[in-house]
C-alpha cells in the first residue's frame, strides 16, 4: 500500500445541500420492493441459473411477498428469454406481480426485449444507461450531450413500441447508471430527458432508478444525492424513485435506509445480498431492519431457513454464518455472561409477557423468522452454568437448581474444554447424568419401603455397599429423615439434607421423576445428588445415594 494514498486516490465530492432534511426524518413504511436476484443477482454467478433453477427461486420470491421481480435481461441470453416466455406462457406469475425486464438503450436488444413479454400480464421495462464522467470518457468516449442522446433514443424506441404490448399493463423504468458517480446536475438532466418522451403523469407514474452501481462514497453522501434529486427534479409527483445500491464499501444496507430517509420510495437489491463484485443490497435486512423496529416489511421471512434453503441450492451461493439475521451463528450465544442474560431475557419474555420485545443480545424474537430457540445457546469451553442449564432445560425439561447449576457448570466445563469442541444438549445431559444419576459406589440401590404410623415414619432399604448386601432401617419424620437415621445406624458419617427438589421429567424419560437433594456433611461441606426413578419417593432415595457417592 502507498505511503501516502492521496497521490493515487482522492475522496468523493460532497453535494452542496446544506439544508439538507433527510436526518431528522424516520423512517415510518416499507418501500415498494423490487428482487433482482434473476437479473443483477445471477450474472454475478460464476455459473448462472439455469431455466429450473429460476423457476424456483422466482416462486420462492414470489411466496415472500414479492410484487416486481426483475426476471432477467431477455435480449442478453437464451436462457433469460426462454425463462420469461415460460413465467408468461405457463401462467406462473400471478396476476399482481410485475415481471421486470432489463434492457440497454440499443434498438436490437429493445426489440427483442419486447418480443420477450408479449401476453405478460404486467410488465416493467427498466432501461438504462452509464452516465459517469468515468463511463463516458473511458467506455462511450462520448459528450454529456451524446450520453443524453442514447438516453432519449431508447426512450422512444421503447415508447413506439408499446402498442406492440396491448392487454399487458406496463410501467417504465429509467435507470442513469452509476449514478452516484454522476454529477447530480447531469443525473437530473438525463432523467428529465427520458421523461419528456415517456411523459409520465401522478396517474402513470414511471419508475426513476437511482443507482449505487459502484459504491464510491459514504451513505450519507447518496442520501444527499437521492433528497437533491428529489428535490430538483421536476414532476416529483409522477415518479416512483427507486434505489438500487451495492455493497463495495460494506455499507449497501445504510445507504438504502438512508437513501429511504431522502424521499425514495423503491428499493431493488437480492436476498442476502448476492450481487456483481461485494454483492447488491441485501433485501432480507433491510426487511428485517425495519421489522425490528415494529414496521410491517410487507415481505413474509417467516421461514428464513426454507428460503436460505432455496437460495443456495440454486445460486451455488452460501450464506455466512455471520450474515445479519440470516447467518447459523447471528442468534448463538456461547459466551457465558451472554448466555445468562439471554438464559434471564428470554425467562421473563415467556413469563409474564412484556409488551416489546427486549431480550439482551437479541434483535428480534428468532422464532418469528423461524429459527429455534434451541440454536440460540450453544455451549463450547467459552460457555458457563447459565448456557448448560439453558440447554438441559430446553432440550430435556431438566431444571437444574440454581445452586446445583453452580457446582455442575464447571465440572461440565472442564470436560467440554477437554473436548476443545462445541457440545451437544445430548452430551451434556449424558455428563449430568454419569456425574449424578449414574453414580452407583460405593452406594447402589437395591430397593425402599416405607411404613407411617402416628406421624413415624419407618423405613427398609435393601443397599449394596462397594458390592456387598447391606440392610439399612431408620425412623424420623419422614422417608428422608428415616433414611438419614438409617444410614447412622450403618456408620456412615453424620450428614444433613440441606436442599431437595423435585419434578417430572419430559415424556423422553417415560413417566419419570428427578430429585436433586443437597447434602451438608459433619465436615461443613456441601454436595448434590441426583436421582430419576418413576416413583418420586424412591427417585429421592437415589439422589441422596447419588450425593453419597460423589463425597
Ligand atoms: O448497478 C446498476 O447500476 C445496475 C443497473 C443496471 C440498474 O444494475
Ligand atoms: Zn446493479
Given at each position: ?22 436526518p ?23 455459473v448462472?441459473?439455469n431455466?429450473?433453477?429460476k ?6 420470491l ?41 434492457v ?27 452516465t459517469s ?5 473511458v ?12 438516453a ?10 408499446l ?11 429509467y ?19 427520458v ?16 443507482p449505487?452501481t ?24 409522477s ?34 445480498g ?17 421489522y425490528?423496529h ?10 428464513l ?7 443456495q ?5 452460501t450464506?455466512p ?13 456461547f459466551?457465558?455472561s ?9 425467562a ?34 467459552q ?14 425439561g ?76 431408620g ?9 438419614v ?31 436433586y437433594?443437597?447434602?451438608?456433611g ?7 445428588g441426583a ?21
Amino acid at each position: 500500500m502507498l505511503k501516502d494514498p492521496s497521490k493515487k486516490y482522492r475522496a468523493f465530492p460532497p453535494v452542496e445541500l446544506p439544508d439538507r432534511r433527510w436526518p431528522n426524518r424516520t423512517l415510518t413504511h416499507a418501500p415498494l420492493w423490487c428482487s433482482v436476484d434473476l437479473r443483477d443477482g445471477n450474472q454475478a454467478l460464476a455459473v448462472p441459473m439455469n431455466v429450473s433453477q429460476k423457476l424456483e427461486l422466482f416462486h420462492a420470491l414470489v411466496k415472500c411477498g414479492f410484487k416486481e421481480i426483475e426476471v432477467g435481461f431477455p435480449s442478453a441470453s437464451n436462457t433469460e428469454f426462454t425463462f420469461n416466455r415460460r413465467l408468461i406462457e405457463e401462467r406462473r406469475a400471478p396476476d399482481d406481480v410485475w415481471l421486470q425486464v432489463l434492457v440497454q438503450a440499443r434498438e436490437d436488444l429493445i426489440e427483442r426485449t419486447f418480443e420477450s413479454l408479449v401476453g405478460a400480464k404486467r410488465a416493467i421495462i427498466h432501461m438504462y444507461n452509464s452516465t459517469s464522467p468515468a463511463q463516458r470518457r473511458v467506455v462511450f468516449g462520448k459528450s454529456k450531450d451524446e450520453i443524453k442522446a442514447i438516453a432519449v433514443n431508447g426512450a422512444k424506441l421503447i415508447k413506439d413500441r408499446l402498442p406492440r404490448l396491448a392487454g399487458t399493463e406496463v410501467m417504465l423504468q429509467y435507470s442513469p447508471e452509476s449514478f452516484s458517480a454522476t454529477e447530480v446536475e447531469f443525473a437530473k438532466e438525463i432523467s428529465e430527458a427520458v421523461m419528456d418522451v415517456w411523459q409520465p403523469t401522478p396517474q402513470r407514474k414511471m419508475i426513476l432508478n437511482l443507482p449505487d452501481t459502484v459504491e464510491v462514497a459514504m451513505p450519507n453522501v447518496y442520501a444527499d444525492q437521492i433528497e437533491w434529486i428529489c428535490r430538483n427534479i421536476k414532476q416529483r409527483d409522477s415518479l416512483i424513485i427507486s434505489l438500487h445500491t451495492h455493497n463495495d464499501r460494506c455499507t449497501g444496507v445504510a445507504a438504502t435506509e438512508l437513501g429511504l430517509l431522502a424521499g425514495a420510495d423503491r428499493v431493488e437489491g437480492t436476498l442476502f445480498g448476492n450481487g456483481e463484485r461485494t454483492g447488491n443490497l441485501d433485501l432480507v435486512t433491510v426487511a428485517l431492519n425495519l421489522y425490528m423496529h415494529g414496521i410491517d416489511p410487507r415481505l413474509d421471512f417467516s421461514d428464513l431457513s426454507s428460503l436460505i434453503e432455496v437460495y443456495q441450492r440454486c445460486t451455488e451461493m452460501t450464506v455466512p454464518q455471520r450474515h445479519p439475521y440470516a447467518g447459523e451463528l447471528v442468534f448463538t450465544a456461547f459466551s457465558g455472561s451472554h448466555q445468562d442474560a439471554i438464559k434471564k431475557g428470554l425467562a421473563e419474555w415467556s413469563g409474564e409477557p412484556r409488551t416489546h420485545w427486549d431480550v439482551p443480545y437479541l434483535t428480534i424474537d428468532p422464532a418469528d423468522i423461524g429459527r429455534e430457540y434451541s440454536e440460540v445457546i450453544r455451549v463450547n469451553s467459552q460457555s458457563g452454568k447459565g448456557g448448560v442449564a439453558f440447554l438441559l432445560d430446553s432440550e430435556f425439561g431438566i431444571v437444574l437448581p440454581k445452586d446445583l447449576q453452580r457446582e455442575f457448570g464447571p465440572i461440565a466445563n472442564v470436560e467440554v474444554d477437554r473436548l476443545g469442541r462445541e457440545v451437544s444438549g445430548a452430551e451434556l445431559k449424558a455428563m449430568f447424568w454419569r456425574e449424578y444419576v449414574e453414580r452407583d459406589f460405593p452406594w447402589q440401590f437395591e430397593g425402599f419401603e416405607t411404613e407411617s404410623r402416628n406421624g413415624v415414619v419407618k423405613c427398609r432399604g435393601r443397599l449394596l455397599r462397594e458390592g456387598n448386601p447391606v440392610e439399612l432401617s431408620g425412623e424420623g419424620n419422614g422417608p428422608l429423615a428415616a433414611l438419614v437415621h438409617g444410614f447412622s445406624t450403618l456408620g456412615v458419617p453424620r450428614f444433613e439434607i440441606t436442599n431437595y427438589f423435585e419434578h417430572a421429567l419430559s415424556s423422553g424419560e417415560g413417566a419419570s421423576a428427578i430429585s436433586y437433594i443437597q447434602i451438608k456433611g459433619a465436615d461443613g461441606k456441601s454436595r448434590w445428588g441426583a436421582g430419576v426413578d418413576t416413583n418420586i419417593e424412591l427417585a429421592s432415595v437415589r439422589a441422596v445415594l447419588s450425593a453419597l457417592n460423589r463425597s
